[in-house]
C-alpha cells in the first residue's frame, strides 16, 4: 500500500486543535513536533528542572499521513472548516517499496575508533577484538553518525575507567551510556525527557546485554556521579547549566555546541568548572569541564 505525507508549519496555538481535528477525520496518523527540531533554534518545552514548560512549539510542525487513495483536496476543506482559518501545507508521496531492505542496504558499521563500533543489528563486528555497540537506525535518536556523539563516543574510550559512575543526560537511544558501560564503568544511569526515548534506551542497552538505570528527570532526587555527560542542543544546555553541575562531583562533558559559542557556553559553565575544548568536529565542539575548588 501506498500513502501520502501532508506536512503543515503552523503556531503552537493551532496545533493542538489541527492534530484533534485531523485524528477525528479519521487519517492513519498524526504527529506534532518542533519546525526546527534538531538546530540550535530547537525550543525545550518538556517538564525538565529550571526550564518554563510551554503548550507546545512556538513553530510547530503537524505531519498527516493517510492513503495514497484519500481526496486530499476535500480532507484540507474539512479542516479548514474546522480550524475556521486556512494553512499552507505540502503533499508528499510515499512509495511502496521494501523499505527494510532499502533502509538495511544504506547502513553499514561505523568506526568511531579502532576499538569501538556501532554495528547494524544485520551486520558482523568487523574487528572481532574491538567492542561493538549494536544499534539499529531510527527515525527518532541518534545512532553515532553525528559529530556531537561521535565525539563523545571518542572521549568514553579514552577516559571512562572501572573506577567511573556515570550519568548520560539526554539519553536518547541511550548509545552513550551503553558505550559507558562496555568501556567498563561500574555504574551508569541514563535520563531523558521523552519516555519513549527511555523505552528505546532500555530495548537497546537489552540487545547489548548491558545493566543501566534510566529515569525520567523528576526521578532524579539527590544523585550524583563523578562524570556526566550531556549531548543536547547549546539552549537547554544554558538553562539546564545549575542542575547539570550539582549532578557531577568531578567530570562534565558537554556536546551540541556550535564552535561560535565556544566562549558563551564556557563564561556559563565557570561558575562551577574549569572548561576547556576536548574536541573540535564539523562545526561542533566537545567541552570538557572540571569542578574547581
Avoid at 68 to 86: C, N
Avoid at 158 to 185: E, R, W
Wanted: aromatic residues 8%.
Amino acid at each position: 500500500m501506498s500513502f501520502k505525507e501532508i506536512s503543515i508549519n503552523i503556531d503552537s496555538k493551532n496545533a493542538d486543535k489541527l492534530s484533534d481535528i485531523f485524528m477525528d477525520i479519521g487519517v492513519l496518523s498524526v504527529t506534532t513536533e518542533d519546525q526546527y527540531e534538531g538546530t540550535e533554534l530547537e525550543q525545550p518545552i518538556f517538564n525538565e528542572p529550571g526550564m518554563v514548560v510551554a503548550e507546545l512549539w512556538t513553530h510547530s510542525k503537524v505531519t498527516v499521513l493517510v492513503n495514497a487513495t484519500t481526496d486530499i483536496d476535500e480532507l484540507i476543506t474539512q479542516a479548514y472548516g474546522s480550524l475556521g482559518r486556512k494553512f499552507e501545507y505540502c503533499v508528499t508521496d510515499i512509495d511502496d517499496k521494501d523499505w527494510v531492505r532499502l533502509t538495511q542496504s544504506q547502513f553499514t558499521p561505523i568506526e568511531v575508533t579502532d576499538n569501538l563500533y556501532i554495528v547494524p543489528s544485520w551486520h558482523e563486528l568487523p574487528n572481532k577484538s574491538a567492542i561493538g555497540i549494536v544499534l539499529d537506525p531510527g527515525l527518532a535518536f541518534g545512532t553515532g553518525s553525528h559529530a556531537t556523539t561521535f565525539m563523545c563516543l571518542e572521549w568514553i574510550t579514552k577516559n571512562i575507567t572501572t573506577k567511573n559512575a556515570v550519568l548520560d543526560y539526554g539519553c536518547g537511544s541511550g548509545i552513550l551510556a551503553i558505550a559507558a558501560k562496555k568501556f567498563g564503568a561500574k555504574q551508569v544511569s541514563g535520563v531523558d525527557i521523552d519516555p519513549q526515548a527511555i523505552e528505546s534506551s532500555m530495548y537497546n542497552a537489552i540487545n547489548n546485554q548491558v545493566d543501566i538505570t534510566w529515569y525520567l528527570p523528576k526521578q532524579l532526587t539527590n544523585m550524583t556521579v563523578d562524570i556526566v555527560i550531556a549531548n543536547i542542543l547549546s539552549n537547554p544546555l544554558r538553562i539546564l547549566a545549575p542542575v547539570l553541575a550539582k549532578l557531577t562531583t568531578n567530570k562534565l562533558i558537554l556536546s551540541g555546541i556550535l564552535d561560535s559559542q565556544i566562549e558563551e557556553l564556557s563564561q556559563i559553565y565557570r561558575q562551577w568548572f574549569d572548561v576547556f575544548v576536548a574536541t573540535q568536529m564539523d562545526g561542533w565542539v566537545l567541552l570538557e569541564c572540571t569542578k574547581n575548588g
